[in-house]
């Protein structure tokens, strides 16, 4: 009989272990709910990952807001984070309240009842401090439906090797590009130029194809979901990265080690990248420091990331979560952000801010924030799909084929066409 | 039935003591299996609504040129990595085994070594070693006269690639696993093949290969499964852009479907078959041993 008592009593305890560790979110929320009747404190769980916003302004969040206990949880980035998003919103239960999104942002539209309005909370009153087609992005069309506020942008511009344009003889500062070399096809003629005479080339053709993509304000589908992939203004961005790769300009499609090697060791004088390649180019080619520069970009301006903040329609408390919100994106923190890892912010108001001002060594000691600044007024947006990835990958899956494998262009356009085709035919 | 159940029953306190076990095990295995059934015939983007559309997903993957090349690469990478890679493991161990090599353990070690390194580190090892203009490989192949080989540029070249890569993990778990066989074979066996004259080339066909046979199709069959859940190498080398030609595999053109398309219906009808395959060459795998047993 005692072996019985004793076992029962091991048994309770395993359970008990068990239930506990599947429940333990549930008693975390519950308790504060009693007790926020009575004035006590509010808890708000919040999603994001490294790098999306700064750690010192969830610090400053939580000394501003002693009555609500923020537990900010990182998640890996990148689409374990949509996939635990999409997961937790269909499946309902005990979710974040406040999540941040990536530049997907507008494929969560289509599920906006899963999301607070924002309107509701007042965000019309901060619309006017963020750059507009960033606002947009957030928004449904006819602009009454807000599922998230802007943290940072991620203009794209031309990076350059300042000492191989000047050796070419072709415009070598911020200035004298921008103002001479407007257009992708005075691009393509500076980079015959500098090819000529540096032996240096520019990135390839599939980095060309998607930035130029990004400066059409058509993308992959229409705004009633209309593939129109295989229009005009995308046969124009492929047949343009198919003539600077005949014209040999582009370095030769491969993997991202070998790019990086050939920026090391001074093959690749120029490439179009966004805010966050700053990191991306130091770390690649430490050899060439002090040689880079950045201007603003020819052809015009692309956007490639940046991410917002919003609240899931789950929460029990969406005005608490909108003040912490509208704190977090704030334009003084989003300078925080900028100055601990380079987000660029989506408050012009601050641009022009003595705090700033951000000259790299790396860049000959040029002030970044300023072309980038520039650059992010300009930005062209287009319409977002939650297919345009599948497009994108098979047409870069093509054009990659044009320059490894010497695929005649024009059937690996009609390849991926009908590729793309079949695959949205489901 | 029922006499099952009584007897359950009757043990009830000793099933409740495993129950921590078996409840995880249904709600996180037993419940995910069958879910992805109905799955299947369902289309699902993860959010919306399910909406069941028969066998449409299977229909659409037998016509996708793209499932039918992810097989075909499937199976060239697996037989490009597996077949050299399990008759060299064989090799390395019968040559530790020998009684003239000394250090048995620390090669036994050394050659398990590759096995617990972390995947996507290696994989990017491996990229740099094979780029095509500033790789490691073609220094090398420059250095003795050959010419540089753009590795990736073609499905050969990447397959190679990835085989190696497998062949160079595996080898020495294989291998060990041979060794283990080895070791327990009787002695008298060789010793009898000895004393009739028997030269170690007849030893190692007529004595060791034969008693070896439950080994070897113990590590064909998994490498077999393992062949056909290659994901990690081609996934980590063509990092976000589309994979290379010739690299996509079974799983990783699953994983896309799911995880990137968000096409959860129809990546679940891709296991589905998945498993199917890797069942009938299981059965294949051990027919085929036991057949020439007796």
Redesign the interface.
Known sequence: MKRKALSSALLALCLVLILSACGQNNKNEAAPSNESGKGGKVTLKMWYWNGAISDSTIEAAKAKFPNIDLQAEKLPSGGDFLTKLKTTISGGGNGPDIVTMDSWVSTMLTYKDKFVNLYDQGASDIKPQYLEWKWRMGATQDDKYLIGLPIDVAPVVLYYRADLFKEAGVASTPEEIKDQVKTVDDYLALMKQVKEKTGTQSGTLVDLFRSIMGQSSLNYFDNDGNYIGDKEHVKKAWDFAVKAYKEGVTFPFSSDSEKNAAMNNGKISSFTGASWAVGDVISAAPDTKGKWSIAYPPGGVGNQGGSFMGILKSTKYPKEAYEVVKFLVSPDNLVAGYKEFGNYPSTPEIYASPEMVNQSEFFGGQDLSTVFGEAAKDVQTAHTDSRDELVINALAAALGSVDAQKKDPEKAWTDAQQQITRQLSR | MGGLLKEIYKSR?LY??I??FY??FLIFSVFPIFFSIYLSVH?W????EMTSVGF?NFS?MFN???FWQALVNNIAIWLLANGPMLVCALIVAFIINLSIVKFKAFFRIAYFLPNITAMVAVV?IF??MF?????LVNYFMEMVGLNKI?W???STGVRVVIAVMIAWRYLGYNAVMYLSGLQRIPKDLYEAADLDGATMFQTFTKITIPMLRPIILFTVMMSTIGGFQIFTEPQV???N???Y?GSETIVLYMF?EG?????YG?AAAVSWVLFVIIGLISILNWKFFNKSDD
């Open positions: 306190t409740l003591f129950s921590p409840i995880l289309k983007d993860g959010i919306g449409k659409y996708d040129p793209v990017i990229q740099s780029g095509n203009e500033y790789g753009a990736f540029n073609s080398l063509a990092g852009q589309a994979p030609p896309r995880f990137i398309y968000q096409n129809y």
